[in-house]
Nanobody, 115 residues
Framework: QVHLVESGGGLVQAGGSLRLSCAASGSIFRFNVMGWYRQAPTKQRELVATVTSGRITNYADSVKGRFTISRDNAKNTVYLQMNSLKLEDTAVYYC?????????WGQGTQVTVSS
């Protein structure tokens, strides 16, 4: 079993920055993909960014150039540095770990961007 715990969400003004962290524990395989997804009110959950254990990254077009995903394999932790935040970035951000065709989700952390 895998357990994910997110942290770092909060309230920030537009143009500001936040850094999210997600620590994974349990039976973590060497090869996996960790990522961040978000869900705004009345919208479906969407991909924000992913990073493989080999540090290959993928970003949604809406966050390219503003967000950076990274990971520390020794700590089984993934980070999301969010800069130049916009009102439309407001959402609950979820951490996801995928390994051996199984997906595990964190409980989510709220990010609210104010004007």
């Amino acid at each position: 079993q895998v357990h994910l715990v997110e942290s770092g969400g909060g309230l920030v003004q537009a143009g500001g920055s936040l850094r999210l962290s997600c620590a994974a524990s349990g039976s973590i395989f060497r090869f996996n993909v960790m990522g961040w997804y978000r869900q705004a009110p009345t919208k479906q959950r969407e991909l924000v960014a992913t990073v493989t254990s080999g540090r290959i990254t993928n970003y949604a077009d809406s966050v390219k150039g503003r967000f950076t995903i990274s990971r520390d394999n020794a700590k089984n932790t993934v980070y999301l540095q969010m800069n130049s935040l916009k009102l439309e970035d407001t959402a609950v951000y979820y951490c996801k770990l995928t390994q051996d065709l199984m997906a595990y989700w964190g409980q989510g952390t709220q990010v609210t961007v104010s004007s």
